[in-house]
């Protein structure tokens, strides 16, 4: 199914919905992360603030929905942001990294991996990751498909 495809079909079901439809793949792994997401395992994610200013997209806001596509850009799902934060990488908390829900969901996990992509990331963008560097991270509960 396309993501426009569950996302008609979600608006379907809740035509009170006026926002545009957001789709994405989560950046390394896509599919392994999109079956945590439906298993219940991953409930948040983390992005890097210096590239949302840098390429000019938005954060995000609590209550956003997003259709949640894997490495094939077949819609996997649709999740509701329920919560925002931005915070140095250093003050990423080991509750964040367990809803992440990645490896072992430890915070030295999330930190190795993650201080590896935003190094990477944020190369290829021209910026420089250090310690104190934003993190957007993100809460989010998935809507559709429900079971």
């Known amino acids: 199914m ?35 997401v439906l ?4 409930t948040a994610t983390a992005s890097s603030y210096d590239e949302h200013l840098h ?7 609590v209550g956003n929905l997003s259709v949640v596509l894997d490495g094939q850009d077949n819609a996997v799902c649709i999740i509701e942001t329920t919560n925002i934060s ?13 809803k992440e829900g990645e490896g072992d969901r430890s915070l030295a996990y999330w ?6 992509l935003f190094t990477e990331w944020l190369a290829e963008a021209g910026l420089v990751f250090t310690e104190d560097s934003k993190i957007v991270l993100e809460e989010f509960r998935v809507v559709y498909p429900t079971s």
């Open 111 to 116: 930190r190795q991996v993650h201080e590896e």
């Open 39 to 42: 298993a219940g395992t991953k």
């Open 86 to 98: 931005i915070v140095p990488f250093n003050q990423v908390s080991a509750d964040h990294a367990f």
């Open 2 to 36: 396309t993501g426009q495809d569950m996302w008609v079909a979600y608006c379907q079901l809740h035509p009170e919905i006026t926002q545009e439809m957001d789709a994405w793949a989560f950046g390394a792994l896509p599919d392994e992360l999109a079956g945590l």
């Open 55 to 61: 390429y000019g997209e938005p954060v995000g806001e």
